[in-house]
Nanobody
Framework: QVQLVESGGGLVQAGDSLRLSCAAS????????MGWFRQAPGKEREFVAA????????NYVDSVKGRFTISRDNAKNTVYLQMNSLKPEDTAVYYC????????????????WGQGTQVTVSS
């Protein structure tokens, strides 16, 4: 079993930056692909970014390309989401997810999830 804990959310103004962290514990391993998803009130959970096991492959939803960067430090069992130039429409609960067998943007194929961290961007 793997436990994921997100941190780093908060209330910021438009144009500001935040860095989210996702710390893994339990039966961790560097072979897990990791993803970040977000869910705004009244909306479905949305893919944000994914990174493969060694960080060599990343993918982003179009709306965050050029502003967000996903990275990982396997020695620390931690995945990061650097968010720059934040916009009010980025406001959501952000979740990290992990999978031993899947890499991609489909939330239902990730087997491990954190509890989420709130990001609120004011205009």
């Amino acid at each position: 079993q793997v436990q994921l804990v997100e941190s780093g959310g908060g209330l910021v103004q438009a144009g500001d930056s935040l860095r989210l962290s996702c710390a893994a514990s339990g039966r961790t391993g560097s072979t897990y692909a990791m993803g970040w998803f977000r869910q705004a009130p009244g909306k479905e959970r949305e893919f944000v970014a994914a990174i493969n096991w060694n960080g060599g492959i990343t993918n982003y939803v179009d709306s965050v390309k050029g502003r967000f960067t996903i990275s990982r430090d396997n020695a620390k069992n931690t995945v990061y989401l650097q968010m720059n130039s934040l916009k009010p429409e980025d406001t959501a609960v952000y979740y990290c997810a992990g999978s031993r067998t899947y890499y991609g943007s489909s939330s239902f194929l990730y087997g491990y999830w954190g509890q989420g961290t709130q990001v609120t961007v004011s205009s």
